[in-house]
C-alpha cells in the first residue's frame, strides 16, 4: 500500500522533471545498445576475421576519405569506432551493473548480519570496514588489479571488493534501528526463525536508502574500471571498455586521429551523466531530509 | 579529548599493520621482482645472487618478519629498483603530490562554494539547475580525459600553459616547492584544473544540500520574519552552519584527490609520489607500494582526525566520543 | 577538432620569440632533452634501462667505446693486445682524471671487475674469469675460454673510481657518481629533472654543450606536446602516429634509424604444447611452422601498424653483426603467401587449423599489442584461433621464462648491441639443460645437435673471422628450421628542434658529447 502511494508520487514527480526525464531517457537508450547492440552495427569487433589492417584509421564518414561502411570511421585495425563504442559499452556498463550487484549482495548481507546479530561479528565487519574506508577506492582497485593482473573478472573482483563496504554500513544501520522496533521484538516472541525475520521484516525496510548508492555506484564503478583501463591494469585490449578506446584514442590524439577518442569519450560521459541525473531525482525522493 | 585522541592512535596502528600484512600477501601475486632486474639470458647463478642481493632469496613470512622487525628500527624497507630507502624515495615525491592536491582543493572550494550558496539559496532559478546539471557533468567525466583534452587545447594548440612538468623549484624551509615561482604557477594550472573537476562537483553539491537544509530551518525563517535582510541571513546564519558538512567532504576528497593524482601525475608528468606507485607497480616493487600506501593511510587518518576537531569546534552541539 | 585557432598560435608564437631574444642568447649552450623516463640509476653497477644507460655513458666511460655504428675502438684503454688465446692486456690512456680530480689507474679498473662480479650486474663480466693489475698502466684480464668479442663486452663496463666509491658506500654512488666521462651531474630533482654539465677537463676535449638537462615525460601524447611547445629541444621514442604532425611544423624534424631491436615469435617444439588442445604439437612438423611464416604479412604491419616506420627483418641478427649470411631472408625463403600457407596447412593434415596462445606485452615494445592483434587476425586466415595473452612486462618476463610451462607462442623482442650473434644463438637456440649458461631462453626447447655443435665451436676460438663463418652456418640452418618468427626491427624514432645537430645511435644511449646546437 504504502509501495504504491509512493510509486505514484514518484512517477508525477518525475513527469515535472525534465533532467529526470533526461537522465532515464539516456539510460534507456544505454540499455538498448548494451541488450541489441550487436543487432544495430553490422561489424562484430571481436572477431578478427572480419577485420582488415588495410581499412585502418579511417576518418568518420562526412569527412574526406571517409568510407559509408564506417559512420564513425575505424581505429589502427581497422575496426568500426561505433562497432567498438557499442561493444565498449557493453562492456563498461556490464562491469558497472555486474560489481554494483555483486557489491551490493556481499554488503547488504554482511550489514544485516552485523546489525541483527551485533557482538564480535559486527566488531570484525565493522573494523575490516573501517580499515577499508582508510583507503580511497580507487586506489584499493588499483592495487588489487596490479596483483592479480587484468581481464573482465579481476575488473569485477576489484570492484566488488571496493564497493561493498557503503552497503554494510548503511544496511547495518538501518538493521540497528529496524531490530528496535515492536514488530521485530513481536516476531521474536512468535517463534519465528533468525533467517525468516531477516528477510521477511528488516531486508524490505532497509532497501530504500540502497537505491540511489546502487544507482550512482554504477556511474562511480565504470569510471573507476576507465581510469584502469586507462593506466594499463583493466580490461584486455581484445575486449576494449570505453576507457581502454579511449586510451588507445589518446595514442593518436595529436596525429588528428581525433575521432577514436572523441567520440568513446562522449559515450562514457553521457552514459554515467545520465545514470548521474537519475541519482539525483532519486536522491531528492528517496531521502525527505532533503526534500 | 585525550581519550579520544588515544583511541583514534590504536585505530590508526591497527590499520597500517592490516595493510602492510595484506599488501606482503597481495604482492606474492605479482610477478617476481627478480626478473625486472636481471637481464633476460641471466644465469640460474646470476639470479640466485640478485635475490640474495635483494633479500628475496627468503620465504614471503621470513621476508615478513623481516619487515616487521626493520619497522620497529624505523627503516621502511629498500626499493627493489632504485636500491634507496623506500620512503626516501616517497618523500623526496610527497611535496610536488601536495603541492596539486592543495591547489586543486583550493581551486575547487573556491569556484564551489559559491556556486553552491547560490544555488541552495535559489534551488529553483533556471541558473541553479543549470549549475547543478554542469556539476553532474563534472562528475561524469573521466579525468584522464580532461587531462588530455586540456593539454590538446591549451597546451599544443593555444600554446597558453606548458603541456608537463614542474617548473622552476624553490627552497623553502627545507622543502621544494613551485608555488612561490610564476614559472611554478604557469606549470600547476592545467594538472591542478584537472584534478580538481571531480572534488569541485562534490563539494558544490555538498554546499548546496547543506544550504537547503539550513534555508529550510526554523531559525532562518524567524531572521527573515525579523526583518533581517536576506542577504544576511544568507551569510550570516546558513553559511556558517551549510558549511559544517563541507568541512567533513574535505577529509574524505583529500584521499581521492590524492589517488587521482597518480592519473593526473602521469598524464602531465608531474614528478609527484602518484607518478611512482605507477611505475612500482609495472615493475613490481614491493617495498615502495607497501610504504606508499602505509603512508597514504596515514595522511587520510590524520587529516580526518583535525576534521572530526574542526567540527566539534564549529558545530558546538556535536562532541566528540 | 580541427580548431582553427592558428591566428591566436602566431601571435602567442611572436610573444614568445620577442621574450626569447629579450633574455639575449647566452654564451652557455644549454640542451632540453624529453626521455621516456627519468634514470633510476647513477650507479652502473646497480642496474640498467635505457634511460639510466644514456646517463652512465655521460657520466663514466668504458675501456672499450661502442661508436654510434657499432664499432669498437679504444675508450679508457688506448691499444689491447691478445696474449695467449684466453689472456688480454690492456693499455690505459695516460692523463685521464676522474670528476673529483683523481688520476685513472689500474687499480681503479681491478676495483671495478671486483665489484660488478660481487653487483646486480654480474652478467655483464660473464665470460671474464680473472683480472690483475700488470703495470702501472696495464690491467690483465682472463677469459674462461678463447672468446673473440671480450673487447665487445667491455664496452658494456664503465670504470668507477675506487676512492670515490669506498668513501661515500654504495647508495651514495647511486646519487651522487663520480666517473672520466664528458659530463658530470649538477642537479638530480627526481622524476622532474636531471642536469649535467660538462666537464672541462675531459681527455676526449671540452665538450661542445655546456648543460644537459634530462626530463622525464612518460606519456608519450604529453613528450610530442613538450616537444612542440618548446619546453624540450628534442624527444626520444616519438610516438608513430605524431610523426606526420611533426614533421609538418617547420621548424622541426623527425629523425629515424632501424634499431637493433628484434621482434621474434618463438615457436613450441616440444611433444604436446600448453596452450593447444591437441595430443600433439602441430608445430613440431616444419611445414606448419612455414605456413605459420607465410600467413604473416610482415609489410602490412609494417605499413598498418607501424605507420611505415620498421624494417622488417632478414634474419635473427642484422647486417652490421658477426654471424649474419649476406643474401639470405626470411622475406624471400617464405613470402607472404596464404595459397600456399593453406596447402601447407593441409599437407601436414591441419586443414582445419587448430587453437593456441600468444604471450606478449602490452607496454614493452613500439606497438606491442596491436602487433599482437594483427597476428591474430593473419593467423585467422590458415585456421589457426589465436588467443591473446598480454602482459604488462612486470609480469611477462617471468611468466615466458624457461622451461616456459604454459607457453606456445611467445612475442617478445631481442637485441645485441655487442654486435655478434653468438651470444643471441647460444641462449636462445642451443639445446636447453645440458650445458650451463647455454640454452637458457630456448624457450620453445628447440634442439639441434649440428646447431649445438656449431655454436660451441664458435665460442671456443678466438679469431674473429673464424667466429664469424661457424655462425653463418648456424644462421643457415636455423632459417631452414624456423624455431623463431623474426618480424621486424623497430625504427629509434626522435624528433627534434632543427637548431639540434644530433645523429642517432645504434645502441639508442643519446650522448650530448656526439651532439651540439646551432646559435
Redesign the interface.
Known amino acids: 500500500m504504502a509501495s504504491r502511494v509512493l510509486s505514484s508520487q514518484l512517477v508525477f514527480n518525475w513527469r515535472r522533471n525534465p533532467p529526470a526525464i533526461l537522465g532515464t531517457l539516456v539510460v534507456l537508450l544505454c540499455a538498448v545498445i548494451v541488450i541489441a547492440g550487436p543487432l544495430l552495427v553490422s561489424q562484430n569487433p571481436y572477431d578478427l576475421r572480419q577485420l582488415s589492417l588495410l581499412d585502418s584509421y579511417k576518418p568518420p564518414v562526412w569527412l574526406d576519405g571517409g568510407d559509408p561502411r564506417y559512420l564513425l570511421g575505424t581505429d589502427g585495425q581497422g575496426r568500426d569506432v561505433m562497432a567498438s563504442i557499442v561493444y565498449g559499452t557493453r562492456i563498461s556498463a556490464m562491469i558497472g551493473v555486474t560489481a554494483m550487484l555483486m557489491a551490493c549482495a556481499i554488503g547488504t548481507t554482511l550489514g544485516l548480519l552485523a546489525g541483527y546479530f551485533g557482538g564480535r561479528l559486527d566488531a570484525l565487519i565493522m573494523r575490516v570496514a573501517d580499515v577499508q574506508l582508510s583507503f580511497p577506492s580507487m586506489l584499493i582497485a588499483l592495487f588489487l588489479m596490479s596483483a592479480f593482473g587484468t581481464g573482465i573478472d579481476k575488473v569485477l573482483i576489484a570492484l566488488t571488493a571496493v564497493g561493498w563496504v557503503v552497503y554494510a554500513r548503511t544496511v547495518r544501520g538501518s538493521t540497528l534501528g529496524e531490530v528496535q522496533k515492536e514488530y521485530v521484538q513481536a516476531a521474536h516472541v512468535a517463534g519465528l526463525s533468525h533467517a525468516k525475520i531477516i528477510l521477511r521484516h528488516v531486508l524490505p525496510n532497509v532497501l530504500t536508502p540502497l537505491i540511489v548508492i546502487a544507482t550512482v555506484q554504477v556511474g562511480t564503478f565504470i569510471l573507476i574500471e576507465a581510469s584502469l583501463s586507462f593506466l594499463g591494469v583493466g580490461v584486455p585490449i581484445t575486449r576494449p571498455s570505453l576507457g581502454l578506446l579511449i586510451k588507445n584514442g589518446f595514442d593518436v590524439l595529436f596525429a588528428g586521429l581525433w575521432w577514436n577518442s572523441v567520440f568513446p569519450g562522449l559515450m562514457i560521459m553521457a552514459m554515467v551523466f545520465g545514470i548521474n541525473l537519475m541519482g539525483d531525482f532519486l536522491r531528492d525522493e528517496l531521502n525527505p531530509r532533503l526534500k | 579529548m585525550f581519550a579520544y585522541a588515544v583511541k583514534r592512535l590504536i585505530?590508526m596502528l591497527?590499520?597500517l599493520w592490516?595493510?602492510s600484512v595484506i599488501?606482503f600477501m597481495?604482492?606474492s601475486?605479482?610477478?617476481?621482482p627478480v626478473?625486472?632486474?636481471?637481464?633476460?639470458?641471466?644465469?640460474d647463478a646470476?639470479i640466485a645472487?640478485?635475490r640474495r642481493?635483494?633479500g628475496l632469496d627468503r620465504s614471503l613470512p621470513e621476508q615478513y618478519v623481516l619487515f616487521l622487525k626493520n619497522l620497529l628500527q624505523g627503516e621502511f624497507g629498500r626499493s627493489y629498483?632504485?636500491?634507496?630507502p623506500a620512503l626516501d624515495?616517497i618523500l623526496?615525491?610527497l611535496p610536488?603530490t601536495l603541492e596539486i592536491v592543495l591547489v586543486a582543493l583550493l581551486i575547487a572550494t573556491v569556484v564551489a562554494i559559491p556556486l553552491g550558496v547560490f544555488a541552495g539559496a535559489n534551488p529553483q532559478n533556471p541558473l541553479s539547475?543549470l549549475i547543478?546539471?554542469g556539476s553532474?557533468?563534472g562528475?561524469?567525466?573521466?579525468?584522464?580525459?580532461v587531462g588530455?583534452?586540456l593539454?590538446?587545447?591549451f597546451?599544443?594548440?593555444?600554446?597558453?600553459f606548458?603541456?608537463?612538468?614542474?617548473g622552476e623549484?624553490v627552497e623553502f624551509l627545507g622543502i621544494?616547492t613551485s608555488l612561490l615561482t610564476a614559472n611554478g604557477w604557469h606549470h600547476i594550472v592545467l594538472p591542478a584544473v584537472t584534478l580538481s573537476f571531480g572534488t569541485l562537483a562534490i563539494i558544490l553539491r555538498i554546499t548546496r544540500?547543506g544550504m537547503?537544509?539550513v534555508m529550510r530551518q526554523d531559525y532562518i525563517k524567524f531572521a527573515r520574519a525579523k526583518g533581517v535582510s536576506r542577504r544576511g541571513v544568507l551569510y550570516g546564519h546558513g553559511l556558517r552552519n551549510g558549511l559544517i558538512p563541507v568541512v567533513t567532504i574535505f577529509g574524505l576528497q583529500l584521499?581521492?584527490l590524492?589517488?587521482?593524482a597518480?592519473?593526473t601525475e602521469?598524464?602531465?608528468?608531474w614528478?609527484?609520489m602518484g607518478?611512482?606507485?605507477?611505475?612500482s607497480?609495472?615493475?613490481?616493487d614491493r617495498p615502495v607500494?607497501v610504504v606508499y600506501?602505509m603512508l597514504?593511510?596515514l595522511i587520510?587518518?590524520v587529516v580526518n582526525f583535525i576534521v572530526d576537531i574542526l567540527y566539534t569546534m564549529i558545530d558546538p552541539r556535536i562532541t566528540v566520543k | 577538432m580541427t580548431l582553427n585557432l592558428l591566428p591566436l598560435r602566431r601571435l602567442m608564437a611572436t610573444a614568445a620569440l620577442a621574450l626569447a631574444l629579450a633574455a639575449g642568447s647566452a654564451d652557455a649552450k644549454q640542451l632540453t632533452v624529453g626521455l621516456t623516463a627519468d634514470a633510476v640509476h647513477l650507479d652502473p653497477q646497480a642496474g640498467e634501462e635505457l634511460s639510466s644507460n644514456i646517463m652512465f655513458y655521460h657520466i663514466y666511460d668504458p675501456l672499450v667505446r661502442r661508436t654510434a655504428d657499432l664499432e669498437f675502438v679504444p675508450g679508457l684503454a688506448e691499444s689491447w693486445e691478445l696474449v695467449d688465446d684466453t689472456t688480454w692486456h690492456f693499455r690505459l690512456r695516460e692523463g685521464v682524471t676522474f670528476h673529483n680530480g683523481a688520476e685513472l689507474t689500474p687499480r681503479d679498473v681491478v676495483f671495478t671487475l671486483e665489484r660488478l662480479k660481487a653487483s646486480l650486474m654480474s652478467s655483464l663480466g660473464r665470460n671474464i674469469e680473472s683480472f690483475s693489475e700488470v703495470d702501472e698502466r696495464t690491467v690483465e684480464i682472463k677469459t674462461f675460454q678463447p672468446y673473440a668479442v671480450l673487447p665487445n663486452d667491455l664496452a658494456g663496463i664503465l670504470i668507477l673510481n675506487e676512492a670515490h666509491v669506498t668513501e661515500v658506500g654504495d647508495e651514495q654512488v647511486d646519487l651522487s657518481p663520480v666517473g672520466t666521462g664528458p659530463y658530470r651531474l649538477a642537479n638530480w630533482s627526481k622524476e622532474d629533472r636531471l642536469v649535467l654539465e660538462a666537464f672541462e677537463e675531459y681527455w676526449g676535449g671540452k665538450p661542445e654543450i655546456d648543460t644537459v638537462v634530462f626530463r622525464p615525460i612518460t606519456n608519450p601524447a604529453t613528450r610530442t606536446a613538450a616537444l612542440l611547445t618548446g619546453e624540450v629541444d628534442i624527444v626520444q621514442d616519438l610516438s608513430v602516429r605524431d610523426v606526420e604532425r611533426v614533421a609538418r611544423e617547420a621548424d622541426y624534424e623527425v629523425i629515424t634509424r632501424p634499431s637493433l631491436l628484434n621482434l621474434v615469435l618463438a615457436l613450441d617444439f616440444r611433444d604436446q604444447s600448453p596452450t593447444i588442445p591437441l595430443d600433439t604439437n602441430p608445430m613440431q612438423d616444419q611445414r606448419v611452422r612455414e605456413a605459420i611464416t607465410r600467413a604473416i604479412d610482415v609489410e602490412t604491419i609494417r605499413v598498418a601498424v607501424m605507420n611505415g616506420l620498421s624494417t622488417p627483418s632478414e634474419q635473427y641478427v642484422p647486417a652490421s653483426h658477426i654471424g649474419y649470411l649476406p643474401g639470405a631472408s626470411f622475406r624471400e625463403m617464405y613470402p607472404f603467401d596464404l595459397e600456399r600457407a593453406r596447402e601447407l596447412m593441409a599437407e601436414a593434415g591441419y586443414a582445419d587449423g587448430f587453437k593456441m596462445t600468444l604471450d606478449a606485452t602490452n607496454n614493452r615494445y613500439v606497438n606491442d599489442q596491436q602487433i599482437a592483434q594483427a597476428l591474430a587476425q593473419m593467423l585467422s586466415q590458415i585456421g589457426i584461433e589465436l588467443e591473446l595473452n598480454l602482459m604488462p612486462r612486470a609480469n611477462f618476463f617471468g611468466y615466458i621464462r624457461v622451461p616456459s610451462d604454459s607457453s606456445s607462442f611467445i612475442m617478445s623482442g631481442w637485441d645485441v648491441p655487442s654486435g655478434d650473434a653468438g651470444s643471441m644463438y647460444g641462449a636462445m637456440f642451443h639445446t636447453r639443460d645440458v650445458r650451463d649458461a647455454y640454452g637458457r631462453v630456448n624457450r620453445g626447447a628447440y634442439s639441434n645437435p649440428d646447431v649445438d655443435a656449431l655454436i660451441i665451436e664458435a665460442d671456443s676460438t678466438a679469431d674473429v673471422r673464424q667466429r664469424h663463418e661457424t655462425l653463418q652456418r648456424v644462421t643457415e640452418i636455423l632459417m631452414q628450421d624456423i624455431p623463431m618468427i623474426p618480424v621486424h626491427y623497430e625504427q629509434d624514432i626522435y624528433a627534434a628542434h632543427n637548431r639540434v645537430q644530433f645523429t642517432p645511435r645504434t645502441d639508442k644511449f643519446m650522448w650530448a658529447f656526439e651532439m651540439d646546437i646551432a646559435e
Do not use: C
Not at chain 2, 275 to 279: A, H, Q, Y
Open positions: 585505530q591497527v590499520v592490516a595493510v599488501v597481495m604482492m601475486f605479482t610477478g617476481d626478473f625486472m632486474v636481471v637481464p633476460i639470458d641471466a644465469t646470476e645472487q640478485a642481493i635483494l629498483v632504485f636500491r634507496q624515495l623526496e615525491r610536488a539547475r547543478m546539471s553532474l557533468v562528475i561524469s567525466l573521466p579525468g584522464f580525459w588530455m583534452m593539454i590538446f587545447i597546451a599544443v594548440e593555444l600554446r597558453l606548458p603541456s608537463s612538468g614542474r623549484t621544494r544540500a537547503m537544509e584521499g581521492d590524492i589517488a587521482f597518480t592519473i602521469t598524464i602531465f608528468a614528478p609527484g607518478k611512482l606507485l605507477i611505475d607497480i609495472y615493475r613490481a607500494i600506501l597514504v593511510a587520510f587518518v
